[in-house]
C-alpha cells in the first residue's frame, strides 16, 4: 500500500511494517511477528524488487511484534539492522526491553500467555547503535526520535523531506486519529506523554504507526 512517495505500508503483518525505497536500495522499519518474513519478501518481490535489495532494517523497540522476523529477514537479505542501545541489547537476549505489564484486557492477556511459548524471537546481535538527533540517508534525511516511554529505549524516525513520522506504538491510531501508548504495555507514562509531545512538534502532515491505520492531515490529530 503506498503512503507517499517511495513510501509503502506492508499490508497483513501484525505491528506494521513500512518499506522505504531509495535510489541505493530498500529501508524496512520493524520485523513483525515471527514467520511475518514470507509476506514482507513477497510484498518487496511485488514491487520488482528482490531480498538483496533490502539495505537496512530500522527498529524502533524490541516488542515481539515487532522484531520477531528479524533473524529471518536478515539471513534472506543481509541487511543491515540498526537500532537504540537499550533495545539492541534487549534484542540480543530476545525478549522485550521491559517486563509486560499484566493488566489490561484479560482476553489479551490470555491469549498472549497461550502464543509465548510458540511465538519467541530468535536472539539476533544489531549491527549499528542509533541515537536521538542522528539522521539517516534515508528519503532525504530520516532523523532518530528519543520516543522512550512504551519502552525504555523506543525510538522514532522523521523525514522532514516527505514530511512522514514513523512512530512504532509511541502512538497508536484509530479511525479518529492518534493516541499515546496504552497503557499497560508503558513502561514510563510520564515518558511517554513527554514522546507524544516531542513527536507533536514535528508537525508531521502523515504519521504511520506500528499498529492502527496510518494517519494523513496528522498535525491537527495528536492527542491533546
Known sequence: MKIADNV???PDVIANPYLIVDVDGLTLIDAGLPRSHKKILDYVASLGKSARDVRRV????????????LAALHE?????????????????AGK??????????????LILAALRPFMAARPFKVDQILTDGEVLPILGGLRVIDT???????????????????????????????????PELTWDQARAADAVRRQAALRPQIVCPGHGPVVRDAARKFPV
Open 58 to 69: 530500522l527498529l524502533t523497540h524490541s516488542d515481539l511484534d515487532h522484531v520477531g522476523a
Open 96 to 109: 522485550a526491553s521491559r517486563p509486560i505489564k499484566r493488566s489490561g484486557p484479560s482476553f489479551r492477556r
Open 76 to 92: 534472506a537479505t543481509g541487511a543491515r539492522t540498526c537500532a537504540s542501545n537499550i533495545e539492541a541489547g534487549a534484542i540480543a
Open 8 to 10: 509503502f505500508l506492508i
Open 148 to 182: 522512550a516511554g512504551h519502552s525504555p529505549g523506543h525510538i522514532s524516525f522523521f523525514a522532514p523531506a516527505a514530511d512522514v513520522l514513523f512512530c512504532g506504538d509511541s502512538m497508536v491510531s484509530t479511525e479518529q486519529g492518534l493516541r499515546g501508548s496504552r
